[in-house]
């Protein structure tokens, strides 16, 4: 079963939703998607009981995490979302493999009675129950602590407007050291014993050190090939203590000298604003098909016709400094994509009505010639407003 959010549905998922095949809670967002009258809508008691009888599910957005643990009859699913979501409860869970590692979890009104001076930097603020990137911080010196908590005060109220609590939550934060290392982003799933399925893996690539952007994440045969074991062995062993089965994750983590340390993991979804379609383009498969069906990618097969190429989305956010929302800009979409060898998919957003990007591309690119990817990573976009 599917649950479909008011934020961002793609061509691709409405069009493999019209067959009918796999049913759909019957909500605003899906009848607002649903124009031909072909998705299998099914109403609450219906989808009660499709929950009851084992019936997978996955959502597009964690704004649907309220209602799920509200009608998941099962306890299981609903304290593995409970630990995936409280960033500061998945650092517990996780402690004794990283006992050296630090976190502190801290309500919001008392981030400014804090003493700076007492504090190891670099580490990274954030929201205990965060997405997107919103309220995420690097923090190296105390100008950066400062300038982090104005933003904060000047923008909290735009996110509780703007996300759920279940998906934005302001009300704690939590400070963790630095994790070093190359970043990962990781679509995958627990089956039915528990074991993990890994569906895509995303190189989230940086600009510099204090970058915490989502500007862009690539993946290729090499980057999934290099990965793929190791990434499977640490989330089997991490669901020693989690206990999910039959559950879709996006999980971040980095890898430092061989060493995986988690970030975060995000339960019922794979990457947002259906980012995850790029396995579509880069695979030639659905992840949220291949996870309601139960099916494992035959990637020695699939990497056959694509080597040497890298698979790239790049989340198109603009300059920090342009007033939200956005009404008065004008992206130049057709400019964008002619500095690209092959655009796959170019998503628009109306950031005029408060959409929080220009858009999403899906780009494949020579492995041999990626100037085209460092550039767009610097870029701040101004070169593509009129």
């Known amino acids: 079963m599917i649950i479909l959010d008011q934020q961002y549905v793609s061509r691709e998922l409405r069009d493999w939703l019209n067959s009918g ?5 019957r909500n605003a967002a899906a009848l607002a998607v649903d124009t031909e009258g072909r998705f299998r809508l099914v109403s609450d008691d219906e989808a009660d009981a499709l929950l009851a009888a084992g019936e997978r599910i996955y959502t597009t957005c964690e704004n649907s995490l309220s209602w799920i643990c509200a009608h998941a009859s099962g ?96 009300s704690s934060f939590i400070l963790e050291e630095y994790i070093r290392g190359d970043e990962y982003a990781v679509d995958f799933y627990y089956d039915s014993e528990g074991r993990a399925v890994i569906l895509n893996i995303f190189h989230h690539e940086f600009a510099s050190f204090e970058d915490v952007s989502d500007r862009l994440y690539v993946t290729s045969a090499d980057i999934i090939r290099d990965h793929l074991e190791a990434f499977t062995v640490f989330f089997d062993r991490m669901n020693e203590q989690m206990g999910a089965r039959d559950m879709p994750l996006h999980m971040e983590l980095r890898v430092d000298g061989g060493r995986i340390i988690p970030i975060e993991a995000n339960p019922l979804r794979f990457a947002g604003w259906c980012v995850t379609d790029l396995s579509l383009y880069a695979w030639g498969f659905r992840t949220y098909d291949l996870y309601l069906r139960d099916q494992r990618p035959d990637w020695d097969s699939i990497f056959e016709s694509r080597e040497g190429r890298l698979y790239s989305a790049v989340i198109l956010d603009p300059p920090a400094d342009l007033e939200y929302p956005l009404r008065e800009a004008d992206f130049d979409y057709e400019r964008l994509c002619a500095d690209f060898q092959n655009v796959l998919e170019l998503r628009r957003i109306d950031y005029r009505n408060g959409g929080p990007v220009f858009g999403f591309v899906f780009a494949e690119t020579r492995a041999d010639e990626r100037g085209e990817l460092d550039r767009i990573l610097l870029s701040d976009l101004r070169e593509y407003l009129r």
């Open 21 to 25: 095949r796999v049913p759909v809670l």
């Open 75 to 170: 306890k299981a699913l609903r304290d593995g979302i409970a630990i995936c979501k409280d960033k500061a409860a998945f650092r517990r869970m996780l402690a004794a493999q990283y006992p050296d590692f630090f976190f502190l979890e801290v309500p919001a009104d008392e981030l400014e009675k804090l003493d700076f001076d007492t504090l190891k930097t670099p580490f990274i603020l954030k929201p205990s129950v965060g997405f997107f990137s919103v309220g995420v911080y690097t923090i190296a010196s105390r100008a950066d602590w400062d300038a982090a908590l104005a933003d904060i005060r000047r923008s909290s109220a735009r996110w509780s407007a703007d996300y759920d609590a279940s998906v934005v939550g302001t």
